[in-house]
């Protein structure tokens, strides 16, 4: 289905199209939302009428409510299936109950969006391989996923952080990443299965997310793409990357002054990230290492590297019981 269309599917359920419109970007990308996204959303004062699409959501069991520390703020979680259906989202996990974690990263997920209402936002892994494979050149197999195996049965998941990916007008594809803890081993993770997906796109844009609860992350995030994506390593550093990763899969060499040399050299987040790929995929996990074409695209302009700052806290919105 089209956004359109799912839009139209959910305003005969007795919503205005402006409802709808929320309630469907909702349940594609974050299933939680509270009352200030909506009056973003429609640009719109926050008051009667905010209050008033809420509880009617409460009523009509569209929504469940739940309490907040702050003693005014509300997380509303749209999980009516009758509506999930309507849009051919009917087994979606954001249906199901989640952590307060998961759930406030779902919230900074939907700030990024409306923020930028003007971008056509891509939610499923479907969606996004239909666009993307016909916006470019990259094959299936070549898109961001994660690799699982049980047994002898290898099963392959596209898009597996369930981030948005925006397009423009003019076709440039904005690739998301919310930072939502203070490490960034997962977030140099997604660069590196992104990486291929960035070399496919003819401009792009990776657009990082920073909430203002963890202060120096923009920073911190710039340089984590600097040292994993913008700095191409030689013929000589790749071959050993690539000796050292079989050897800590398959111990078997007997020279151990170059393990113990490469061991040192390959400690770094960025190694260990790669490592973390190489381990799923391969030697195709190893192709943006030796790549420059990426720093090439962002000094020629036709790719960018952009932190967005949220200024929303969200502290506030961790439950009741979870005071203590």
């Excluded at 959910?10 to 309630?23: D, I, S």
């Excluded at 470019?136 to 195996?149: G, K, M, Q, S």
Aim: with cysteine; aromatic share 8%; glycine share 6%.
């Amino acid at each position: 289905m089209r956004f359109d269309e799912r839009v139209q599917a959910v305003a005969k359920k007795g919503f205005t199209e402006r409802q709808a419109r929320f309630l469907t970007t909702v349940m594609l990308h974050s299933g939680v939302c509270v009352p200030r996204q909506y009056a973003r959303f429609c640009g719109i004062v926050h008051g009667a009428k905010t209050r008033k699409f809420f509880d009617k959501l409460v009523r009509l069991g569209v929504a469940s409510m739940h309490d907040c520390r702050h003693n005014r703020a509300r997380i509303y979680h749209v999980n009516q299936r009758a509506l999930y259906t309507a849009i051919g989202e009917r087994d979606s996990t954001l249906r199901r109950r989640m952590s307060i974690n998961r759930a406030i990263q779902r919230l900074m997920v939907l700030d990024a969006i409306v923020e930028d209402p003007d971008l056509i936002w891509l939610a499923t892994a479907d969606e996004k391989a239909a666009h993307l494979t016909a916006l470019t050149a990259i094959a299936p197999t070549d898109l961001p996923h994660v690799t699982t195996r049980h047994g002898a049965t290898r099963q392959v998941r596209s898009f597996p952080e369930r981030l948005p990916i925006g397009i423009d007008l003019a076709g440039r594809g904005v690739i998301v990443y919310v930072i939502d803890r203070p490490d960034l081993d997962d977030f140099r993770v997604f660069l590196e299965r992104h990486a291929t997906l960035l070399r496919a796109l003819p401009v792009w844009t990776l657009r990082i997310v920073v909430p203002p609860h963890l202060p120096g992350m923009a920073l911190r995030a710039r340089e984590a793409v600097q040292f994993q994506l913008m700095e191409p390593s030689g013929n000589v550093v790749v071959d050993e990357m690539r000796w050292y990763f079989e050897q800590l899969r398959t111990p078997s060499a007997t020279d151990t002054q170059r393990l113990t040399r490469a061991r040192r050299a390959f400690a770094s987040s960025r190694a260990q990230a790669i490592y973390r790929c190489w381990k799923q995929d391969g030697e195709a996990a190893l192709v943006s290492v030796g790549s420059d074409a990426l720093r090439k695209a962002v000094e020629a302009g036709s790719g960018r590297v952009e932190v967005f700052e949220l200024g929303h806290r969200y502290g506030h919105l961790s439950p009741l019981l979870a005071v203590s």
